[in-house]
């Protein structure tokens, strides 16, 4: 085994004991029960490379580094040795948090909410992990997990790719270090163990000592480096005419496709392993590398051709900041806070500066005939557009990159398996910076495999990447449902409905994640949500722990929905109208109890006849999430209306919901009681216009009385008759300025 991949793999094992001593599997601490554990993983497998790896769990905490001197082994497994147990060091605060004690029974904290912990499960589709008051996790508990994990371990060769995912799916919910208040996940722990020790190696760090190691940490031989895109929206919804739901989806699936590029690059030409990606969710990424010169001419190389590619392509719509930041191990331990502060603002201003470096940015094209991709609106010389033709036979002068995306498009979103990246440019598949994508069957070669939605490592040659991402759509006749099919599904007023959504204050809440691995946990499980579990909801998976939300329809097991984005902190999603309505509290009722409340979210719905531009689609919605985020986030935008504010707090809006909604309307249709009183809806909504127009005037006040008595409903609408002095006081609105966003749904459910 290549000594590189020996670091990394001795970074992913070493603490593979922490998991064996809690099942009491073998005795001693757990230095000692990994390193029994991995010896019997070689002999049973007749694996010999685990017998090295086991060193590394036997030998990575101080008290038993004096023995390592002694030992029989060549001279670059002992460096191995101190690498990882230097690097152990970094990747983890436990130290500090010693005062607490251990406790072995201790569950994992969620690193959304401190005070809630989560049992021990396996990554799965099947089951949200919801925090909850976990107080100990038993033996059996882990033996089970412990069984679990070695059994598919048997069924991979030891290579970081394929041993990733299987750790990754067993140890997720693993407390890395069983003190009080533990957040950080054994799997991130271990990544980012392995991430630092062969950055350092890859620095020149060859330590034959404890002193030796210590002194690698206190220099600065670590680089943290961040890319990040902007003009995403743009980039995906800025396409006119034909924009289809299909394609919206393949440019998304596209844009995650050329950052997987770009950090794949990264990681290759750095000599790196998949460990060192921190993350890369939502067009962001953040990567463990090695400080040395030739590492950062490498990283101006690529940022250089990113850059270039991007620009050439299109058209300055689509860019992303890369920058680097240098630091020792030791600030990366005590103060990642401070470094990746340093680092944002750098990335920041990369982002402003943009294309600067572009050769020929602002000359590009001059010389030649310039015509318009009649999808993106990219300016491409003449002769490079291709002739695309629409079923309808209409013919469109595009962009070759549209042209590969739309043929590309369904395949891609049909794909059972996945993808594969390949630096042979065939001109069949999709182009990126660096490779090409080609859908996968089942037999194409390339570099990467690309895996969708499974943390089972394939039988491959090919470097297995999991490619997590939230593809459910709904299937007419085979092919992607489309606009007008959607609104044609929907209740009542034939509308399509699209919800945007994103976490609030998420930058804030990075910005005081005060490990690196405590970093990657919360960027782990906030993507999954998006990706992996969001999936499960739209399924109507998790109906226990969502509970009742409002709703117009029957949920069914295939919703008309189409997820065009989703991953990182947020989503863009259309569907029927009626569907994407009751979705969007089904997503946040999950959200909350995922977070056990510790983050909130901010959505905007919006209903627009089918034939509504897509761009003009995005633009609402950009403008409604907005609103929402400025009076005051944790709210959604339901419905456009006049007054005080126009988002809803979750809260507000599900009561009202609860206690006039459902008595006016259930089961598909107006309830009997107001079978017959559309017209007394109407009329409540006007005496709302009337409290909105004049807040003082209170004849609305008087007037409702009169309706909802002559009706004999006010037992349904008693939460807003008569004058709410508190709310007067406290400068409030009356209960009945909330009222048109439940009514104005219900009326539109019910129309003709
Ligand atoms: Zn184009």
Known sequence: MDIKE????????????????????????????????????????????????ALFARYHHRKYMEEVEKLKIPDDVKVALYLVYIADNISSREREDERSGYDVRRPLKSVFNRDLSYPLYQLSLERLPIP???????????????????????????????????LEKHLTFVSSVTTENNVISLYDHLKMTSAIALALYNAGCRPRSVGEAEKCMKEKNLLLIEGDFSGIQDFIYSVSGKGTLKYLRARSAYLELIGWDIVLKIIKDLNLTLANIVFNAGGHFMIVAQNTKDARNKLEDIRRKVTTWLWKSFEGKLYI??????????????????????LKKKVTIRKLKRFEFVDGVFSIGKAEKLEECQICGVEVPEEELKELEFKDGEVAKVCKTCHALWFLGERLIKMEKGLVLTDKITGEGIPGPFSEFL???????????????????????????????????????????????LAEESMGAKRIGVIKGDVDKLGEYFANRRSISEYSTASRFMDY??????????????SDIIGEVPSLSEWKENPNVVVVYAGGDDFFIVGSW???????????????????????????????????????????????????????RDAIYVIERTGWRISYPWEIYMDFWREIGRKVYSDGRLTEKFGDKKGLLHKVLELRELYVRDPRDVRWAYLLAYHLSR??????????????????????????????????????????
């Open 529 to 542: 949500f998006f990706k992996f579990y969001l999936k499960g909801v739209i399924r109507g998976y998790y």
């Open 439 to 485: 859908p996968y069957e089942g037999q194409l070669q390339g570099k990467y495999l690309l895996l969708k939605n499974t943390f089972n490592p394939p039988r491959t040659d090919m470097v297995f990447v999991p490619y997590v991402v939230a593809d459910y759509y709904r299937e007419k006749e085979g092919r992607v449902i489309n606009f007008n099919e």
């Open 578 to 632: 009626n569907e994407i309505f009751e979705l969007a509290f089904r997503i946040r009722e999950a959200f909350r109890r995922y977070t056990g409340g510790g983050l909130t979210i901010s959505m905007a719905l919006g209903y627009f006849h089918p034939k509504t531009p897509i761009y003009r689609i995005a633009d609402v919605m950009t403008e409604r999430l907005e609103k929402a985020k400025d009076e005051g």
């Open 321 to 342: 900041g890369i920058d680097w930041e240098e630091c020792s191990g030791e600030e990366l331990m005590k103060d990642f806070k401070e470094v990746r502060g340093r």
């Open 6 to 53: 020996l670091i990394a793999l001795g970074g992913l094992f070493h603490d593979i004991g922490k998991p064996v001593q809690r099942a009491h599997l073998y005795s001693g601490d757990h230095s000692i029960q990994g390193y029994r554990f991995l010896l019997d993983l070689a002999r049973e497998t007749g694996v010999k490379e685990y017998e090295t790896l």
């Open 711 to 752: 009706h004999e409903v006010e037992e349904v609408f008693r939460r807003i008759l008569g004058i709410d002095s508190k709310a007067l006081e406290e400068g409030k609105p009356q209960p009945i300025y909330w009222v048109d966003g439940i009514l104005k749904v219900i009326l539109m459910a019910v129309r003709g």
């Open 132 to 166: 909850g008051t976990v107080e100990r996790i038993g033996s059996e508990e882990y033996r089970r997990i412990v069984e679990a994990l070695k059994g598919d371990m048997k069924r991979v060769e030891p290579r970081t790719d394929k041993v990733m995912p299987i």
